[in-house]
């Protein structure tokens, strides 16, 4: 590995994406318009379950605007779920399977037009028993979503060699259930498609909210019969992806069909309503936990059974059920040492909007599990949980550490930064002060979440391909223009990769233009997912930073009649060490790479470009960190606000602190909806009654506290020592909450399992608890 000199790399460079952002100049797909432009319309299914008896379209094809209106007669069009042999219809054919699923699209005009006229078809529909909850739906009760394939779908057992022994000789035993409900990521703007047919060349643009350009294509290639060459992909600015936007849907099927077949410009724009119905959901998951430890709270052996529910279609390579499940399973010793695990994954198919993967998959999840465990452990002893993670936790001479799941993780802080954020939290003075409040009846808690984020996975939501791609040109002026295959959707990869890239070729991160989403000039690359951009796109910049190096310093030897050896780029300009009268501005190199190539040394080709590809060398690097929250519970009316909140996070060599810790406050803000508000609700009908911001509540600026951030850094054994860290803040924030709950109301002996925590259930236990004669 070529060491770096940190000049750029480490330094908090403000977002240049910010400059367009704040002043509104930013273009998202509602903004493309052309003449002549068609905006669909979809009819979609207002019944969980039922059978499509007729569509009767006339009616809606005889309003004004209106250019037509198809069904799946008309687009016969089919996703593939080969593992899950069943083929999704992008409209809805003999039966609709979720409330929003789509059955018919409108094209017309305007919006308004095709939304009138969609209200204009008319769908007869013969209702079904609705399957909406995943014990009953394991057993095809009330009956099977897909009639040719059972709703259990997925299982799978795993259990450690000497499992069954280490747990019976335990002295003590525990059983815990743990939910997480229904979520979503609500995104700023709404998913979206517009679709240009170009008949002078016969191809296809289509402009996408997407976190994969290069994986959108491939899939719209497969499902139009086209070659990948006459396709273009472009994603223009992404207003929050998180996953959901990563995912491939039945809507950008029909509207690039619709392209090809009318010859006209189709723009499709979702609104909310659409967004709750069929955006992908989360979570929705329950691990049934028996768990062996000794005398000490060190935690011997830990069963997990785990149920998601699936909703009624799986999405295109990533059922966010099984991704939710075995995540969390995977990583459900996080960075504790516990030796002997059994897991048991069951996921269902149920007649809800499909579940699909939201920041952190089950990251999450497996940290409720694992923190909630430890939690009742120390509960059971009679200890102080923060001991019982002493107890328990990873020692730094571990590394490399083979998971009982299998896992292996590098290099990690998971003890110092368990001691940081408690000294930043100053444990002792806080339990002072909450012996004092519940004395005057207050309650306050304290929350911890120790937790490792796996990054840089091979296969992620963002699609299997492995490595990534960065391609740079220095131009004849000494500027760089880089392109990469990544899929950003607001992280700030257009800052980050020209820090990487300035520091590797002697220049300043605004002499690098970094180009992304868009097929015709982004080399191939995996995308944006599963935090595997700073790792992955990171090392590929470096490796295509040396490539370039490597030739500016072989044409600077050449031109400055020195050793290569000697050739140190720095400040925009090539020197000779310990000579520094003795230099060439980069700009004058690039003149002659591509102007006066009579210049060039024998065998040099004129130009200065490479294209680099770049797979890690193992796996998976692991993040980690602890998170630390302080509350306060008011029993009177259920209501937690919290006091105070901290961060201490490892995510190796950092690229820009600024960037990295604005990731860390939106995950930690999105993790306080996760915790307190956002619960996406069906009731018995399999409607769901959580369509609006009205009911589908999320955190505002009101809710988030000030957020102290601390670093440590544990470099990775990947270039640049990178890990990922988009989905960690995500990741600890609900447990910590939930533990600091658990933690205020002990007195009531109340141990939060459950997520989202609400005002309702706070005043039920606290009820229950003084009904039994517990706390007054």
Not at 6 to 34: F, H, I, K, M, S
Not at 354 to 368: E, N, S
Not at 459 to 483: D, F, K, N, Q, W
């Amino acid at each position: 590995m070529e060491p770096m000199l940190p000049r750029w790399v480490g330094a908090r460079v403000t977002r240049v994406e910010d400059v367009r952002l704040l002043r509104g100049q930013g273009r998202y797909v509602d903004d493309l318009n052309a003449p002549g432009m068609l905006v669909a319309a979809f009819v979609r299914s207002p019944h969980a379950a039922a059978r499509i008896g007729g569509i009767d379209t006339a009616d809606a094809s005889t309003m004004p605007g209106v250019h037509a209106v198809w069904t799946a007669a008309d687009c016969p069009l089919r996703i593939p779920h080969t593992a899950q042999h069943l083929e999704q219809p992008v409209l809805a054919t003999d039966q609709v399977r979720y409330v929003g699923e789509p059955v018919a699209v409108v094209f017309a005009e305007d919006r308004y037009q095709a939304e009138d006229a969609a209200e204009r078809v008319t769908v007869t529909y013969a209702p079904l028993p609705p399957v909406l909850e995943a014990h009953a739906a394991a057993a095809d009760d009330p009956g099977r979503v897909h009639a040719a394939v059972p709703n259990r779908f997925y299982a799978r057992q795993t259990t450690t060699d000497g499992f069954e022994a280490a747990y019976g000789a335990a002295p003590h035993h525990l059983r815990l259930t743990f939910r997480t409900r229904r979520q979503t990521g609500v995104t700023l703007e709404p998913r979206a498609c517009v679709a240009w047919p170009d008949p002078a060349g016969d191809r296809l643009t289509v402009y996408v909210t997407h976190q994969s350009p290069h994986g959108v294509r491939s899939q719209l290639a497969q499902l139009l019969g086209w070659p990948e060459h006459r396709i273009r992909v472009v994603v223009p600015e992404v207003g929050g992806g998180f996953g959901i936007k990563a995912m491939f849907y039945p809507e950008y099927a029909v509207v690039a069909e619709a392209a090809r077949r009318l010859g006209r410009p189709v723009k499709w724009v979702s609104d909310r309503t659409e967004a709750f119905w069929s955006d992908a959901h989360a979570r929705d998951a329950e691990h049934i936990v028996d768990v062996a430890f000794d005398d000490s709270g060190r935690i011997l052996a830990v069963r997990d059974e785990v149920w998601g529910d699936q909703g009624a279609w799986p999405f295109w390579g990533f059922p966010g059920a099984v991704g939710e499940a075995t995540w969390a399973t995977d990583m459900l010793t996080g960075p504790y040492r516990i030796e002997h695990v059994a897991l048991n994954i069951t996921c269902v198919y149920t007649n809800k909007a499909p579940l699909g993967p939201y920041r952190g998959v089950g990251g999450p999840i497996g940290a409720q599990v694992q923190e909630g465990i430890v939690e009742a452990v120390a509960r059971a002893l009679g200890k102080d949980p923060i001991d019982v993670r002493r107890v328990n936790l990873i020692p730094p001479d571990a590394f490399p550490y083979k998971t009982a799941t299998g896992q292996v993780y590098d290099a990690g802080s998971y003890g110092p930064s368990l001691e940081r954020a408690l000294a930043l939290i100053d444990v002792e003075r806080f339990r002072r002060d909450q012996a004092r409040a519940r004395a005057a009846g207050r309650y306050l808690g304290l929350g911890v979440c120790v937790f490792v984020e796996p990054s840089a996975f091979a296969e992620s939501e963002a699609g299997s391909i492995p490595y990534e791609t960065v391609s740079l040109r220095m131009e004849p002026t000494g500027t760089v223009t880089a392109a990469c295959g990544l899929g950003p959707t607001g992280q700030g990869h257009e800052t980050t990769l020209a820090q990487v890239i300035a520091d590797m070729v002697g220049l300043k991160p605004s002499d690098v233009t970094v180009l992304h989403g868009d097929t015709d000039s982004a080399p191939l690359g995996g995308g944006t997912g599963g935090s595997r951009s700073a790792t992955i796109g990171g090392g590929a910049a470096i490796r295509a930073g040396q490539a370039l190096k490597a030739k500016l310093v072989r044409l600077a030897a050449h031109v400055l009649e020195a050793a290569a050896e000697d050739i140190v780029l720095a400040a925009g300009q090539a020197t000779v060490a310990g000579v520094p009268g003795r230099a060439v501005p980069l700009a004058e190199l690039a003149r002659i790479a591509y102007h006066d190539v009579a210049k060039l040394p024998p065998g040099m080709e004129p130009g200065l470009e490479v294209l680099v590809r770049y797979q890690p060398p193992g796996a998976a690097t692991y993040s980690n960190g602890t998170h630390a929250a302080l509350v306060e519970v008011d029993i009177a009316t259920g209501l937690v606000r919290v006091l105070d909140y901290v961060v201490v996070n490892d995510c190796g060599v950092l690229i820009n602190p600024l960037v990295v810790e604005g990731q860390i406050h939106g995950g930690v803000a999105q993790g306080l909806g996760s915790a307190w508000l956002e619960r996406l609700t069906y009731d018995q009908a399999g409607q769901l009654l959580t369509t609006s911001l009205m009911d589908y509540l999320l955190p505002t600026a009101l809710d988030v506290p000030r957020i102290r951030v601390e670093h440590i850094q544990t470099p990775s054994p990947s270039e640049g020592g990178f890990k990922g860290m988009g989905e960690g803040s995500l990741i600890g924030t609900p447990a910590a909450l939930a533990n600091a709950v658990s933690d205020a109301l002990a007195p009531f002996g109340v141990l939060v399992t459950e997520l989202p925590i609400t005002p309702d259930q706070i005043l039920a236990w606290v009820d229950a608890a003084k009904a039994a004669g517990g706390a007054a």
